[in-house]
């Protein structure tokens, strides 16, 4: 690919004939779903054309980003524009699948498939994958230079005080210690999206994607993940506080004094939020006006570090109210370091008892089930206030698709880190006689590795970028951007394991670490098939 611009043109026919397919493909479920009323009633091919209108979405990301960074070397180029042929020949096989069901042509022409054929053959993702062993996995995306440099701080940061300490974090499930948080604090990491009034730095959506995701590059739960919750209450203070919350909650969280922990889900409750059963009823306790909380809820994440944690709660007892019936509260609490806890409230009317799950990645911050006994919260502590009653569903929304652009940036910082250290065994593992990089396989499998991840970082790139000038009206390319990169994260991180052999499997290399880790990505901030039917598709086929 030395000449780009022949390859570009084809880049460009294989992008037409792919955006072509899907929107044929998107009308025709529309029609069938009544424009997505009956999403539950066609749910396979609605879920084969959200993906493949995702992955086309992706390709489009990327040609976007080989415009703008025409003149950069190839090694940000060619995975990107390999990865354009990859995604278009993704979304035609997804469609193909369903092709009857929608009365469409889910083939291309000739003239597309050979396209398709120069853009990303086999020797071409050899080449790739050459070229990423021989650079040991180094990130090749361009930025300009004030995110050059925050990236690069990051970097040296992560580095130096997470990653030598990931493993055992790890192994021994212990829990972030406070060097990080103090020092991700003294950075700025914490209010990276807060605006300066209230104390934080506002750099942007694209500054904290980078930072999340070099952070996750070098441990996804003690590293990148620490910066998500804060950021999900954030943006619900920003979008629905009172003026008096935002000046009390804001600079706190901006600056790390409050760590804080988010609360959703329930035992019995999963993705269906707007069924959360758990209580919250008006009380008065000495003197002070507010509500007791009863009930349970499940895979709360650094609940037992955090000093405060943000339940959605039900105010309305009518249950057909659904999401109408629930609230947002923040609901302070002590600090306790271990994986079980139980805290009393004074007078000892008010107990909050907690244990957490033990999972096979993701460890270091821990996931608790929670159980709330007339847990007294003052109406101070209701986000919006007298105000806020009944808005806690979509304030949690618009915190959620802050956490899910989050998401895909640590997707893709933890495949990074596999890329990379995938890139540097096989150039040293020798097998049969010379080392592993020689066999075109391994070429193959590293290139796709990397073509991958150019096409997450560009939905995801995209999208923080999309973020920043309407939230919500992005709201659903965040979205988009979380489900792509978090399956690009567990493909990569297996094929890398995989690339490492039996090591692969071994605790002493990091990749099997990566691999846990990255299982939990398409669970978290909104459940794969979730996400796809009842988040992206509603959007898509509502247009």
Aim: charged share 20%; aromatic share 6%.
């Amino acid at each position: 690919m030395s000449d780009p611009r022949p390859v570009l043109d084809d880049a460009r026919a294989v992008l037409a004939a792919a955006e072509a397919l899907t929107t044929a493909a998107l009308a025709r479920a529309a029609e069938l779903t009544g424009k997505g009323e009956r999403i539950d009633d066609h749910q396979v091919v609605v879920d084969r054309v959200t993906y493949a209108a995702t992955e086309v979405r992706a390709a489009r990301s990327l040609l976007a980003a080989i415009d703008a960074h025409a003149g950069d070397a190839p090694a940000f180029r060619d995975p990107a524009l390999a990865a354009v042929a990859e995604l278009a020949r993704g979304a035609r096989e997804r469609l193909d699948l369903v092709a009857a069901e929608l009365g469409v042509d889910a083939g291309y022409s000739a003239e597309v498939r050979a396209a398709l054929h120069r853009l990303g053959n086999e020797g071409v993702i050899r080449a790739v994958g050459r070229a990423v062993a021989d650079a040991r996995g180094k990130n090749p995306w361009p930025l300009e230079a004030t995110l050059a440099e925050i990236r690069t701080t990051v970097r040296g940061f992560a580095d130096k005080e997470v990653a030598p300490h990931a493993e055992h974090l790890h192994r021994h499930d212990e829990l972030v210690p406070d060097r990080f948080i103090n020092a991700m604090a003294e950075l700025g990491f914490f209010g990276l999206s807060i605006p300066e009034q209230y104390g934080g730095h506002e750099l942007g959506n694209l500054a904290m994607i980078l930072t999340t995701e070099e952070l996750s590059r070098a441990s996804l739960a003690s590293g990148g993940s620490l910066i998500t919750r804060p950021e999900i209450l954030a943006k619900a203070l920003l979008a629905g506080g009172t003026d008096a919350q935002k000046q009390h909650w804001l600079p706190r969280i901006g600056s790390g004094e409050v760590m804080v922990a988010i609360s959703v889900t329930e035992p019995n409750i999963g993705s269906d939020v707007a069924a959360v059963a758990c209580k919250a009823e008006p009380a008065t306790r000495d003197g002070v006006a507010g509500y007791v909380i009863n009930g349970a809820k499940a895979w709360c994440t650094f609940a037992g570090r955090a000093n405060v944690i943000a339940v959605l709660a039900r105010t309305d007892p009518d249950p057909a109210k659904g999401a109408r019936g629930l609230s947002l509260f923040i609901v302070e609490k002590p600090r306790f370091d271990g994986h079980d806890f139980v805290a009393t409230q004074p007078g000892g009317v008010g107990r909050l008892s907690a244990k957490a799950d033990r999972t096979p990645g993701y460890r270091g911050m821990h996931s608790f089930t929670l159980a709330f006994e007339d847990w007294f919260v003052p109406a101070t502590h209701l986000v919006g206030e007298a105000g806020g009653v009944g808005k806690g569903f979509y304030l949690q929304m618009a915190g959620f698709a802050a956490g899910r652009l989050q998401t895909g940036g640590r997707a893709c910082g933890v495949a990074q880190a596999a890329v990379e250290r995938t890139a540097e065994y096989v150039a040293s593992r020798s097998q049969f006689g010379k080392p592993i990089i020689e066999f075109p396989l391994t070429q193959f499998h590293l290139g796709r590795m990397a073509c991958r991840l150019a096409a997450a970082r560009a939905i995801t790139y995209e999208a923080a970028v999309a973020m920043d000038r309407d939230e919500r009206a992005a709201a659903p390319l965040a979205a988009q951007a979380k489900l792509f990169a978090c399956d690009v994260a567990v493909e990569v991180t297996q094929l890398g394991q995989l690339l490492h052999g039996g090591w692969g499997y071994a605790e002493e290399y990091p990749i099997s670490r990566y691999v846990v880790d990255a299982l939990v990505l398409p669970i978290f901030e909104g459940v794969k098939p979730i996400l796809v039917l009842k988040v992206i598709a509603r959007a898509l086929l509502a247009a």
